[in-house]
Every structure is written in C-alpha cells, then in structure tokens.
C-alpha cells in the first residue's frame, strides 16, 4: 500500500459570508406535519443517525451494517439510531426474513466488541436470516417506503435530531453513489437524490429543528466533491467520504463507532477529532478519503469561479483546456460507469493549469484556488497507485460536457447531455460550466459517424440501438459461457458433452468455444487497462486468472472437436473448475498485503493480529463489487422483479 498523503488541519469557528441560498427545490417540499417522535431522550454527547438504504444491490451490506452496529450500540455518550430498507428476496418465505424500511434505536447485541467477531459477522452477510440477528427494538415499522427520495431522508433526521437531543449530532448515509450523477439509488422506486435534493434535505432539517448536522458522512462513491460540498455548507460543519469508488462493505462503521465510544470515554471530543478518528479508520484500504471543513467551502468557492473566469477571459483554446481535463485525476477505475470517470481531483487541475497556462492572471488564480481548497481540507489520505493525483476534493469534470449519452437512453433530451449539471447551485453561482462548454469535445466514434453524415439525432439513435441490443448480446455470450463451463466438467469426468437446455451436445460445445474466446478476450482487456491505465497490479493478476480460465475452458470445449487437443482436455477442464479457487486465494492474500503494510505504517488499528488481519482481507474482497454500475443496477432490479 503506498499512502500518498494524511493531512490534519485545524477547522475554523469562523463563519463565512456566502451568498443568498439558492430557491427551495421542489422535489424536497417542506413537510407541515407535526414529527411523532414519542418519547424525548436525554441529552447526550453525541447523537448518531444512521441511513441505510438496502433498497438496491448493497441489500446484504445494509443488513450487515446494522447488525455490526449493534456490537457497539447506544450507550451513556452516545445515542445511536438507524433507519433500514431491504427489498424482497426469493429465499424470504424460507428465511422469515423481513422487508421494507424499519426504524430502530440501536442498541448493543451483548457480545463483546473486537474486530474478529465483526469480520465473521461481515462475511456471513450474505446468508439467508440475517435480519434475525438484528437485536434492537423496531421502533417503527414503515412498510414500502421510497428510500432514494429526498423527503424521506429529512423526515427521519427531523424525527431522529428531535427525539434524540445531543450535544453534537451525526448523520451516516450508505448506499450506491454517483457523485453528482445522483445518489442513495432506490432499485424498487426507480429514484435517486441529485446533489441539490440532498441540500435541501439538509436545509430542511436545520430550519425545522434549528440544528446544524456537525458531521455527515457520505458512506459512497464520488462523494466528496465541490458540488456535494457546496450544498452542504450552510447546513453542516464536516463531510467525511470518498473521491473514488466505495465498493463492499466500504466504512468499517462498527470499527468507527467503538473507536468514537472509546474516546468518549474520556470526555466530549470535537466533531474534528471525531471526524479524524472516522478518517484514520477508513484509511486502511485502497481509496481516497477526505474530511472536508464546510465553513471555507465558500471562499474555496469563490476562489475557483475566479479561476473558471480568468481561463475563459485569456481565451485558453479548447484543445489545451481539455488536454488538462484529461491529464486530470479521475476516479473511474475498473468501473465501467463513466460518472466516475467525470469526478476529477479539483487541486490536480488547478495546478496543471498553473503549470501548463502562461497568462499571469491565470497563474495567479491557479494558485489562489489551489491555497482555498487546500485551506478547506481538514485530512485526507490517498492510497495506491491509481490515487497518486488524488488530493481531497474533486469536481464535476467531463471532457464531452453537452455531448453525454447517457447509457440506454434511445434519444437524449438536451438537458440530459449535460447530466443536468446546470441545475446544480455550483453551477448557477460559478462559470464552471460555462468553461467546460468551452473545453468540452464529443467521442472520436461519434465525430467519425457525423463524418459519414449522421446528424446528432442520428447518433444518438446508433446509441440508442446498441444499448437495447448489448444487453442481449451479453445475456447470450453469456450462455455460451455457461454452456463452456458444463462441457469443460464433461471433459474433467472423460465424459461426452451432454448438451446445455435447448442446445444439443456438438451445438453446446462450439457455443462454449465462443463463450470461451469472449471470456479471454475481456481478460485481456482487464491487463491492459490494469497495466495502462490503473497501474494496479491485483487488477493485471485478476485479468491474467480471467484469461488463464478461459483459455483452460477453451482448450476443454476444443478437445471434442480438434483431436490434436483431446489428450489435453480432461486437465484443462480440471483447471478451469479449480480457477475460482485459486483466484480467491490470490485474491485474499493480495488484499490482505493491503492491510498488512497500512498497520505497519501505523494506519488504523495496528493491533490487530495476523488471523484478525487476514480475516479482513477476505471480508474485504468477497465484499469488492462496483455495485453502482448501471448494468448490475439494472440487472438485479430485474431479478427483484
């Protein structure tokens, strides 16, 4: 693990003159209902409010969370509450697990706290019956309520600020982010909160309870961005979360909650010092992580509209602004959803148009705006090689702003080329914008198309006609894989190809030939990208396995119709059965690396033990999935039915 910077500053009490908020949205209306919160708690040090929105592919990690929670639970500092979505799932009926949104105060399970005993928990989270486990009180049973709307999210920090008052106050949200592409997906409901809807969540909780949230955690992806700053500024103190992709069970927050009950212990800590805890406890995995001090959000503002300005006055041509665009940081990773791709580090570019713009009054912007967003940073930690540019706070940032397709969209209104960007109030209070229209380029692909005459409708419908037939594609190389994998058993047993449901045995086999070849080929494209472009070699390992099975699959499918390779089939279909294994095993001891080298630099909790060490790793990568990929996101809403 190569740690590319941990940085603590001192937050500042000073408040910060900001413009006029921006009008109420109306997505997020103010309710005028009396909030039933039953009976009012004492007043504690801290109180933490918890959203767990399951109500998408993370159902299992949500489930897990509260039930990690509650190896920690309330205690005489700390009131903790939280509120749990999970969808159905076909084994329910069997399980008796339950569905739909609950309400609890979360209170310990009577089992002693250590990391072992949460590890274990984590990787049993997929099982049936896990709701069972969970031991809190249901306070509130919701029914089926739509966890990706805005009012829903101030509804229960309303309820849970009101009926438990503290000295300071927390708010945890988990759930599949896309940064400023929208967040805390809801699968069953089809909705998502945009960065404004969460705003004004915020400012509808501060107005109606008269508190500020001194702590919001972001428990997602890309969520630790100018924009999400921006909106929250008025309304918070502290937002902890992530530049890059959070996949798994991504917040250790049972670790972090003990650790903050711990130090309680002592006396009442500030939110920073609460705040860096949370930090230092995440910083064990790969990732970029920040803590961001909302109050100099709006000089840091202020600095990168001057910024955003000066470049438009000195008429920077659009070849040299977006070469800096892409130079830029960016968080996509291995994902292949391209909002992570448009999240750049703002401090990276900033200094880049220092180094490479040669007007003085850009310079100087440059450098005004790199010192604001570095004041505004109050600790950040960026670990691997892929996050060597990755500074603390990001910004909306895509190279084709006005000519984005969204994926499986047949023909784009106008306002979604821009991800409706320009509704956001980053975007209404800067030229941020405005300059990205001005850097901004379409695709090599589409420019080539609308060379052969294609107008944009007409490029947008050549999207539209891929994406309604990839899948299917897809779903059918797919098969053909399946078919290989049943025929490679086949050839492990030396037994003839029993054919795959509706394909006979010789149709089952060239069927498998091309399952095995598609396999191969997108394994080679991981080592590429692996090696190019994310610098990580566990991501080469993981092509190199892909490529290593699929061949094993081919050779197995092949040695029923080429002779020359029958003698060699029976071990290649040996081979392809043992590669999962062997992969996992790979898997685990290259994540457990990880881990060892961050408590060794003193990252973290640096007494865990070897086993305790090694049962982390494997928490951590049975639990990697870029689980807010659109198409994952779509295919399991298709499951769920």
Same mark, same amino acid.
Not at 422 to 437: G, I, V
């Given at each position: ?437 001005? &850097?901004?380029?379409? @695709?090599?692909? *589409?420019?080539? $198309? #609308?060379?052969? +005459?294609?107008?944009? %409708? !007409? ?51 060239? &069927?498998?030939?091309? @399952?095995?070849? *598609?396999?191969? $080929? #997108?394994?080679? +494209?991981?080592?590429? %990208? !692996? ?55 790979? @898997? ?13 630099? !003193? ?39």
């Amino acid at each position: 693990m190569k740690v590319q910077s941990v940085n603590y500053q001192i937050a500042s009490n000073k408040p910060v003159a900001t413009k006029a908020p921006a009008p109420k949205t109306e997505s997020t209306p103010v309710s005028k209902e009396p909030m039933d919160v039953g009976t009012i708690a004492e007043k504690k040090d801290w109180t933490v409010l918890v959203y767990l929105n399951g109500n998408n592919a993370t159902a299992s990690q949500a489930v897990t969370t509260m039930r990690q929670l509650e190896f920690v639970g309330s205690n005489d500092k700390m009131h903790m509450a939280a509120q749990l979505a999970r969808p159905k799932a076909l084994l329910d009926k069997w399980s008796h697990d339950w569905n739909g949104v609950r309400r609890y105060e979360v209170k310990h399970n009577g089992q002693e706290f250590n990391a072992g005993a949460v590890v274990i928990d984590g990787l049993t989270g997929f099982l049936p019956g896990k709701t069972k486990g969970i031991k809190s009180d249901v306070l509130k049973d919701m029914g089926d309520v739509d966890m990706g709307k805005a009012q829903t999210l101030a509804e229960f920090l309303e309820w849970g600020v009101t009926k438990y008052p503290a000295k300071n106050y927390m708010v945890v949200m988990q759930g599949p982010s896309e940064g400023v592409s929208g967040m805390m997906h809801d699968v069953l409901h089809d909705s998502q909160m945009s960065v404004a809807d969460l705003g004004a969540a915020f400012k509808q909780v501060h107005e109606k309870t008269g508190k500020k949230i001194d702590i919001v955690a972001l428990n997602g992806s890309a969520t630790n961005s100018l924009e999400v700053a921006n909106e929250l500024k008025d309304h918070a103190r502290l937002l902890v979360g992530s530049q890059d992709i959070q996949s798994g069970q991504s917040m250790p927050l049972a670790m972090v909650m003990n650790e903050i009950a711990n130090v309680s212990k002592d006396g009442e800590q500030s939110p920073l010092t609460v705040a860096q805890y949370m930090l230092l406890m995440n910083s064990m995995a790969p990732g970029a992580l920040s803590i961001v001090d909302l109050d100099k959000i709006g000089p840091a503002k202020e600095a990168w509209n001057d910024l955003a300005k000066n470049l438009i006055s000195a008429g920077v041509s659009r070849d040299q602004l977006h070469s800096i665009l892409e130079k830029t940081q960016d968080f996509q990773g291995a994902s292949k959803n391209s909002a992570y791709g448009n999240s750049r580090d703002a401090i990276h570019f900033a200094k880049l148009v220092g180094e490479e713009v040669a007007d003085d009054k850009v310079k100087a912007a440059a450098a005004k705006a790199v010192e604001a967003l570095e004041a505004s940073l109050v600790g950040d930690v960026a670990n691997g090689k892929r996050m060597e540019e990755a500074n603390g706070i990001s910004v909306f940032a895509p190279t084709n702003y006005g000519f984005m397709r969204p994926d499986g969209t047949p023909v784009i209104k106008d306002s979604l080329r821009d991800a409706e960007y320009s509704k956001t109030n980053f975007a209404q209070e800067t030229q941020w914008d405005e300059l990205l229209s001005g &850097a901004a380029k379409d @695709g090599k692909l *589409n420019n080539t $198309l #609308k060379k052969f +005459g294609l107008s944009e %409708n !007409g490029v947008d419908k050549a999207h539209g006609l891929y994406h309604q037939h990839i899948g299917k594609v897809n779903a059918a190389l797919g098969f053909a894989g399946m078919a290989g994998y049943m025929n490679g058993i086949q050839a492990w047993r030396g037994a003839d190809p029993n054919g795959f449901m509706l394909l006979g045995p010789q149709t089952a086999v060239y &069927a498998g030939v091309v @399952g095995a070849g *598609n396999e191969a $080929l #997108k394994g080679v +494209g991981r080592i590429i %990208n !692996g090696a190019a472009n994310l610098k990580d070699g566990g991501e080469v390992a993981q092509g190199a396995f892909d490529v290593a099975s699929a061949a094993a699959k081919g050779v197995a499918n092949l040695g029923y119709i080429v002779p020359a390779l029958k003698p060699y089939a029976q071990t290649a279909g040996m081979l392809m059965f043992m590669s999962p294994w062997l992969r996992n095993i790979y @898997g685990v001891y290259d994540q457990y690396k990880s881990i060892k080298d961050g408590v060794e630099l !003193g990252i973290g909790d640096n007494k865990m033990s070897t086993t305790q060490q090694v049962a982390a790793a494997a928490s951590q990568y049975y639990g990697k999935q870029n689980l807010q990929d659109h198409a994952e996101r779509s295919l399991w809403q298709k499951f769920a039915g």
